[in-house]
């Protein structure tokens, strides 16, 4: 995927995140977010060409963002219970949101990893906040 629309942001913010790489798809036409050998995120155009990020999220919240938010929809081509696509071009979206989904994605998706490759991922990441502060 050549253009991530006006994504650059957020494809940062992922590419900040500690043992995550981008890779360019070309052949399915989108980027896949990945931590160790696992996906955490797709970015991805629907059929009708707008660019959407797919994000791994709790179910429970899952759903009550879908219900909540206009601009957060069930996953475009992934499991619709534990996945959800953002239409962060909608002019409500919130990139604040966007971003601690995208964290608490990173997060689900390492805490589905074996310990001796999550700990030191997490310990990076942890030291990488108190480092904000």
Avoid at 10 to 19: D, F, I, Q, V, W
Avoid at 44 to 56: Q, T
């Amino acid at each position: 995927m050549s253009d991530a629309d006006g994504l650059d942001w957020l494809l940062s913010a992922a590419a900040g995140l500690p043992g995550v790489r981008i890779e360019d798809r070309q052949a399915w036409g989108c980027l896949i977010l990945w931590v160790a050998d696992r996906w955490f995120g797709m970015v991805i155009p629907d059929s009708r060409g707008e660019v959407l990020v797919n994000l791994k999220g709790d179910p429970d919240l899952n759903a009550a963002l879908v219900g909540e938010h206009d601009w957060i929809i069930p996953a475009y081509h992934m499991n619709k219970k534990h996945w959800i696509s953002l239409r962060l071009g909608h002019p409500d979206a919130d990139r604040g949101l966007a971003l601690d989904l995208l964290d608490a994605s990173w997060h689900a998706t390492v805490a589905g990893l074996p310990r001796r490759v999550a700990r030191p991922l997490l310990l990076v990441r942890e030291g990488a906040l108190e480092g904000d502060e």
